[in-house]
Nanobody
Framework: QVQLVESGGGLVQPGGSLRLSCSAS????????MGWYRQAPGNRRASVAG???????YLEDSVRGRFTISRDSAKNTAFLQIDSLKPEDTAVYYC??????????WGQGTQVTVSS
């Protein structure tokens, strides 16, 4: 079993920045993919960014240029640097981990609120 712990969310003014972290622990067979999703009230959970164990990254079009995903594979930790925050970025952000064997895990979510 893998446990995910997210941190770094909070209340920030438009234009501000946050850095989200996701740390995986437990019986980790080998993590292939770490990613971030977000879900705003009334919306479906949607992919935002992802990174493979080889370092290949993905960013959803609406966040490209403002969000940066990175990973410390030795610590099984992924980071999401969020700059130039907009009110429409307000959502619960969830970490997603996929092991090489295909097992998928979700974090509990961290709230990001962008408001003046």
């Amino acid at each position: 079993q893998v446990q995910l712990v997210e941190s770094g969310g909070g209340l920030v003014q438009p234009g501000g920045s946050l850095r989200l972290s996701c740390s995986a622990s437990g019986s980790i067979a080998g993590i292939y993919f770490m990613g971030w999703y977000r879900q705003a009230p009334g919306n479906r959970r949607a992919s935002v960014a992802g990174i493979t164990d080889g370092g290949t990254t993905y960013l959803e079009d609406s966040v490209r240029g403002r969000f940066t995903i990175s990973r410390d594979s030795a610590k099984n930790t992924a980071f999401l640097q969020i700059d130039s925050l907009k009110p429409e970025d307000t959502a619960v952000y969830y970490c997603n981990v996929v092991e090489r064997g295909g097992q998928t895990y979700w974090g509990q979510g961290t709230q990001v609120t962008v408001s003046s």
